[in-house]
């Protein structure tokens, strides 16, 4: 039978209301290594270099360094495994996705007048998918905490006659009904005694708002289930120009694209004595679309035949995020020495009100040493201050308190990219080496990211194919439900494998 959604409207800014963490504020101010296959080959220490689409991404001024036309495509492999460590249980998963990454143009235009104060006139636009949104993991163990907690922690203040089921009422309209006058955090109180998880210390009293739970305490098998999918795209309007011999402006107005979709399940069994409820499932599923603008603005001065120096700087991107979220629970009690399984799904969309983020600006200096026509060795260091990220409308309690959050949790981080190229007549060696500082103070939350990349590319003339393989590995520890009261956390460590393909014709 198909199942019919509700499509409903829940003010994003009642009292309780839990959707957006710091989690989310990371997920879409965060970059990874994505890009050509040069630019991914050398780690992407393009700052000071120039001439590579993605290297456009990095440093505007990047296309003014171009000599000629250029176009180029980019088909991508990102292969990302992630060990889990959750009590001393591990498990291992694997995630792979194949796409079309990159693509761009940059057009350029020489003006050949003799002693001219500007010496070429670029414009490009490219397409660079900044984070691959594609994961997944498992983890699962032993614990002596219960998902109880969670509705337990959501239902304490919340009035006994909200959660009951009036005459005319069904789950799905009392469920919309609290979306709509009380938040997500009734909404959790209702699951959690609607599937018999809680009841009310007094069951006489509709004023009642202290709850107990029907799960006993002892040991607790869990499992959690992660799976996500989607991206966080940048497309880019470039215009660049160089002055005289050796100085190169640029310009970036980038309009940026999210699109993600996370489903998690959570599992729990246990036989533990006199208790009433013997196993939990639930399931929570999100989906994410966004867009949102930025600029950047760079130059790359060449003092000496061998020597370049860049900067740029990354103004803060705004973005307007809209959010929906459906849930449904299952559980297995005991009653009169029968199991009786209950599941509530309220088969509604919770469609949440428009709200802005604000990700940090960045600043990039970067130098470059050319060994004439054999090669180069670049370095690039930017600096990023993720307490900075901002959720707006700042006049709103919840988004304050998120603000606040994220101004004691999170600092700035420091980036570093080292890359070199060493070419043989046609063919060009390629490697790289990259080190970004964790955002979080608390590093046991989100480690130091290190990585290293090799590559090469050969060169028919007017055309080139490049090829490279990049390697990263971080540590963090994901908890299982931000802003509640069951805080139970697993450890992940994520190793992701990038190769890359980029066709690039000269024109």
Known sequence: MKRKFLLIIV??????????SIVDALRYSTDGLHGTARFSGMSGAFGALGGDMSAIQLNPASSAVFLNSTASVTLSLNDKKNETNYFNTFN???NSDLSFNQ???VFVFDNFETDAFWRKFTLGLNFDVKKNLDDGYFASGQSTNSLDNYFLGYAQGVRFNLLELQSGETISSLY??????YGFGAQQAFLGYQS???DPVDFDNPNNTQYTSNVAPGIYNQEYGFSSSGYNAKATLNIGMQIKDNLYLGANFNSHIIEYRESTFFYEQNTNADSPINEIGFRNNLGVLGDGFSAQFGFISRPTDFFRVGV???TPAWYSITEETTQRITTVRTEDNQQITTSVRPNIINLYETYTLKTPGKITGSVAYLFGADGLISLDYSYRDYSNIRFRPSGIAAFNTENRKISNSLKAASFI???GEYRID???LRGGLQFEESPYNDTDMMGDLKGFSLGFGYSFGSFRLDMAYARTEQQRRHQFYTNSAFTNTTSIKSTENFVALTANFGF
């Open 11 to 20: 003010l994003a800014f009642v009292q309780n209301f839990s959707a957006q």
């Open 92 to 94: 291992r998963n694997y």
């Open 103 to 105: 693509a761009g143009v």
């Open 176 to 181: 919309q009904f609290l979306g709509e006058n």
């Open 196 to 198: 018999y998880i809680i």
């Open 312 to 314: 740029t700087y990354d």
């Open 417 to 419: 990219r080292i890359g």
């Open 426 to 428: 046609h063919l060009s």
